[in-house]
């Protein structure tokens, strides 16, 4: 049974940094394309970050691009969004998801239609 389960949110000031993890069972995320969205309230869920298993490639959104590391740990079976210079903008609820496919290309590897299987989600708040 696929499950991913999110951690790491938090309350932190603008400027400052968060990692969030997306640990998964019932399948190794190195196989797997891993995406992360958020969605804030009022808004639809978006694409952050994803990463393709075939070669490690990995797509960002514009608006962290520069800002947002994904990258994964195989002995741990988990994938990372490491998080800086955090804006209020940033605040949402950050969701890893996967869809059992390898190879992961644009626009599709940022849209929540392209996956299947989802996290209960962590809340980022970013807020002096």
Not at 16 to 33: H, M, Q
Not at 56 to 85: E, H, P, W
């Amino acid at each position: 049974q696929v499950q991913l389960v999110e951690s790491g949110g938090g309350l932190v000031q603008p400027g400052g940094s968060l990692r969030l993890s997306c640990t998964a069972s019932g399948f190794t995320t190195d196989y797997y394309v891993i995406g992360w969205f958020r969605q804030a309230p009022g808004k639809e869920r978006e694409g952050v970050s994803c990463i393709s298993s075939s070669d490690g490639t990995t797509y960002y959104a514009d608006s962290v691009k520069g800002r947002f590391t994904i990258s994964r740990d195989k002995a741990k079976n988990t994938v990372y969004l490491q998080m800086n210079s955090l804006k209020p903008e940033d605040t949402a609820i950050y969701y890893c998801a996967t869809n059992g496919r390898q190879v992961a290309t644009m626009p599709a590897a940022l849209s929540p239609k392209w996956y299947d299987y989802w996290g209960q989600g962590t809340q980022v708040t970013v807020s002096s």
